[in-house]
T-cell receptor
Framework: NAGVMQNPRHLVRRRGQEARLRCSPM?????VYWYRQLPEEGLKFMVY????????ESGMPKERFSAEFPKEGPSILRIQQVVRGDSAAYFC???????????FGQGTRLTVV | SQELEQSPQSLIVQEGKNLTINCTSS?????LYWYKQKYGEGLIFLMM?????EEKSHEKITAKLDEKKQQSSLHITASQPSHAGIYLC?????????????FGQGTRLTINP
């Protein structure tokens, strides 16, 4: 049973470009969460999704960031018009339901140049 | 201010020595999660504590949650090079489970041979 898979592992974007980060949850998991880890800071919750629904997006920046978890396929975290401050490690976690435990992926390290 | 404080921020110990990492919250913890992160990798789940006074052990790592459920400690006995990494505590402070964890800033552990 593969773990939470994130790709790409590393992503370099120029300022103003779009970044798309993908997360495939563990098999049988219908809940996905995204966290961001800025340099020298802890992980910060961004958004919680179930299939086709955003449950809690209280940690998402109001502009340029969006997330989806379609019926088929991976969850996508999309950042439009990236800026240097978006450079961070983005982690995805998944759980089978109302979670006691969440399993984390390896993360995508976004660098904006 | 940080909702979850970890101390120390970094720790260097001689191989074979014991060490303790602390995690303190200003709010009651519904659940406290300990993770280990190696640079460039994802989070590895270590242990989860829910009940006041609870203590769990896995190999040489022991985690405790105090009776008031506001402080947890992670203790490593007879440290080994494989214990090196960044230890993160994550807390459920809303009662929503692992969906929306608040994390400490991490403790960077170095083991000297």
């Amino acid at each position: 049973n593969a773990g939470v898979m994130q790709n790409p592992r590393h992503l370099v974007r120029r300022r103003g470009q779009e970044a798309r980060l993908r997360c495939s949850p563990m098999k049988g998991h219908s809940h996905v969460y995204w966290y961001r880890q800025l340099p020298e800071e802890g992980l910060k919750f961004m958004v919680y999704l179930q299939k086709e629904n955003i449950i809690d997006e209280s940690g998402m920046p109001k502009e340029r960031f969006s997330a989806e978890f379609p019926k088929e396929g991976p969850s996508i975290l999309r950042i439009q018009q990236v800026v240097r401050g978006d450079s961070a490690a983005y982690f995805c976690a998944s759980s089978p339901g109302t979670a006691i435990e969440a399993f984390f992926g390896q993360g995508t390290r976004l660098t904006v140049v | 201010s940080q909702e979850l404080e970890q101390s120390p921020q970094s720790l260097i110990v001689q191989e074979g020595k014991n060490l303790t990492i602390n995690c303190t919250s200003s709010k009651t913890l519904y659940g406290l999660y300990w993770y280990k992160q190696k640079y460039g990798e994802g989070l590895i789940f270590l242990m989860m504590l829910q009940k006041g006074g609870e203590e769990k052990s896995h190999e040489k790592i022991t985690a405790k949650l105090d009776e008031k459920k506001q402080q947890s400690s992670l203790h490593i006995t007879a440290s080994q090079p494989s214990h090196a990494g960044i230890y993160l505590c994550g807390a459920d402070i809303t009662g929503q489970g692992a969906q929306k964890l608040v994390f400490g800033q991490g403790t960077r552990l170095t083991i000297n041979p």
